[in-house]
């Protein structure tokens, strides 16, 4: 049976900022055509809009939030947090705009897949558990399936990243869709089951 059996015709959209709109990279480059893309070659009928914007903390994400809604996916992917880890906002910051961007999706029976964000070593440990927990915690509390750090196996290689050692090239993009492509399917086949979340 194809796989486009279980998903199909699924809209998703993918709430983000520059890591998801594609900085720098043609628009066929960014992380949301590139997963839709790897998803289609596996036999699934589905789109994935990019409402990624450069420079976007998670209350930019929250304030565009609407936007989102106003589509009404089947389902969204959510990754915010690095802008808001880069300006040393304090943690608190984004766990209060991500708890209010899953609650709001969750309120219209929106699933999300949350995507996770890590601390430069130079913050210190502290720091980093802490930002590590508010994912971890925000996925449990709205049964969202949480990818640990989006920027697995790009983050520290040069090979994988822009000039600038912070966004990710074509190759870093395509590292990114194939560690949470596993992620993706299950997401999909849960959308398709008619799953949704229940709210808190």
Known sequence: MPKSAHAAGLRLAALGDSLT?????AADEAFPARLEKALTEKGYQVSIANFGVSGDTTAGGLARLEAVL??????????LGANDVLRGFDPQTPRENLDAILSRLTAAGIPVMLC?????????????ATL???Y?????KYNAPLYPFFLEGVS???DRTQPDGLHPNA????EIVSGIL???????KRLDSGSRAVAP
């Open 21 to 25: 709109a594609g900085w720098g990279l």
């Open 70 to 79: 106003a589509q009404k996916p089947d389902g969204v992917i959510v990754e």
């Open 116 to 128: 996770g964000m890590r601390a430069p070593t130079n913050y210190g440990s502290d720091y980093a």
């Open 132 to 134: 590590d927990a508010l």
């Open 136 to 140: 971890v915690d925000l996925a449990k």
């Open 156 to 158: 520290g290689h040069s």
């Open 171 to 174: 190759a870093g993009v395509n």
């Open 182 to 188: 596993p992620m993706t399917e299950t997401f999909l």
